[in-house]
């Protein structure tokens, strides 16, 4: 039944298959990485929620990002025209249509944070973060006034919108080329600093040592969320990058790749907070969506020779941090562009600037959630805040009911032959096909099904 996309309209492709790999990893790593990661972790019971993430990532995440490069090869198409594309006349293209509108969404508070980090590279550059400075007080002083947290949101959406009109390789692949390897240093020396704080030892048994008895099914839930979410799976993202990948390249060491880089970046992240937390004596159950701000400048003012130290780690950090959001932020609106390009007949650069507005408005009330206007702050009448709230509905549920539609279509209504037929289409052998067909088939379908349950159950 696949129709060939021969007859579809000439599209972009990635310079190289370095390049892909690089975008690809580009839009998995980022704030979900930093700070999504170590926050999720903290109010997880930390090392047992790590175990169980390590497992999502390589049993569910790992075969569902192969999954979706193929549909996206296959079908050169967003996520709505992969599914016209490859099972016309039905009704699998909502899936594609709920991560659009995920991504929309997604797009809305994620921007938010990354205003903060901006916002950041500002404040450590001009060395506000000396010994004994009071980071909770700096982190309010961006995120609860709301001047400042909309500008900052407004700004990071202006620039998201700015690389995607310049389209796939001039704007994206361009830059994660070489930011991406420069983060990656900076994060090690960031964790060797990490580990060797006085207290530090209890923050790495926190994240080291597994106290399975704090697991329960909202550990696991968070777990494969995060998972989800720092792999950008479920969405459509990896459909819409796969889209621009030639047929020369070899699928399945490229989505082996973005994970294992995705992963240790994670992993890295956990290294460096979980120490600082504990040397600064902070409660890591009680973290909210600033505690990695907090955390990590605590620890900026440490580092040899003071003041310089600090600043220069600190400004490259948040630069970095911010880039690395960037390159996120700029496959989430991709996605949802590409849908207005391909399905609706707008141009690039209409799409980018409408939905980048809209994308704006809808993180309103997230931008005003950390102490700006309080109901939004503290829930209402009780809960978590706005932005916890829009992460947990889309970034974590909505990418599970994605991730669970998208393995079923591919494992058995389009079909695993049809899915390894594409993989082999470079030429070579699909190395892992019987395991990859087992794990599609039926270990990612009953495992997101069983964690839907229980989020289905906690509700009642
Ligand atoms: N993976 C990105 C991050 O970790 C966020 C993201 C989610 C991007 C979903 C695209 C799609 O920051």
């Known amino acids: 039944m696949a129709m060939d996309s021969s007859g579809g309209p000439p599209r972009e492709a990635w310079g190289s298959k370095a390049a892909f790999v690089l975008a690809a990893a580009g839009s998995a790593i980022g704030l979900g990485n930093i700070w999504g990661f170590p926050t999720t972790a903290a109010n997880n019971g930390g090392a047992a929620f790590l175990v169980i ?7 569910i995440g790992a075969p569902v990002m192969l999954a979706e490069l193929i549909l996206g090869r296959k079908s050169q198409r967003n996520p709505v025209g992969a599914f016209k594309a490859i099972m016309p006349d039905s009704s699998w293209w909502l899936v594609g249509g709920l991560g659009v509108l995920t991504g929309l969404m997604i797009l809305s508070f994620y921007s938010v944070i990354a205003g903060w980090t901006l916002a950041y590279i500002l404040k450590t550059a001009t060395g506000v973060f000396e010994a004994g400075a009071d980071t909770t007080a700096i982190f309010l002083g961006v995120a609860a006034n709301p001047w400042q947290a909309l500008m900052w949101h407004g700004l990071f959406m202006l620039i998201t ?24 240093a900076l994060l090690v020396l960031l964790a060797l ?30 777990a494969v969320g995060q998972a989800f979410f720092s792999l950008s799976l479920g969405m459509g993202a990896m459909i819409t990058y796969g889209s621009y990948v030639s047929r020369d390249q070899n699928l399945e060491t490229s989505a082996g790749w973005v994970t294992g880089f995705d992963t240790m970046i994670a992993f890295l992240a956990g290294l460096i907070i979980f120490p600082t937390l504990f040397h600064a004596g902070l409660d890591p159950n009680q973290s909210g969506p600033g505690m990695v701000f907090v955390v990590l400048t605590s620890l900026l003012s440490t580092i040899p020779p003071a003041p310089y130290g600090g600043i220069i780690f600190g400004t490259g950090f948040f630069l970095l941090l911010a880039i690395a959001a960037l390159t996120s932020s700029v496959s989430l609106l991709e996605v949802v562009t590409s849908w207005g390009v391909d399905e609706k007949g707008w141009t690039r650069k209409q799409a980018a600037w409408m939905i980048g507005a809209a994308a704006f408005v809808v993180g309103v009330p997230s931008a005003l959630a950390n102490g700006a206007v309080s109901w939004l702050s503290s829930g209402w009448p009780q809960g978590p805040d706005f932005l916890s709230f829009m992460f947990a509905v889309w970034g974590q549920y909505s990418l599970v009911v994605g991730a669970l539609l ?8 389009w079909g695993v032959q049809a899915a390894g037929d594409e993989v ?30 229980t989020l289905v159950q906690a509700l009642f």
């Open 53 to 59: 993430y390590l497992c999502a990532v390589l049993f």
């Open 161 to 184: 919108i700015g690389v995607v009109v310049k389209g796939v390789k001039d704007g994206i692949e361009r830059w994660t080329k070489v930011l991406m390897p420069l983060l990656f």
């Open 406 to 413: 998208i393995s079923l279509f591919v494992a058995w209504v």
């Open 193 to 222: 600093r990490a580990v060797t704080l006085s207290g530090g030892g209890s923050g790495l048994s926190f994240y080291l040592q597994p106290d399975f008895s704090v697991v329960t099914p909202g550990v696991v839930l968070a």
């Open 424 to 453: 082999r289409a470079d030429g070579t052998r699909f190395r892992f096909e019987a395991v990859w067909r087992f794990l599609i088939r039926y270990v990612c379908p009953l495992a997101l099904l069983g964690v839907l349950w």
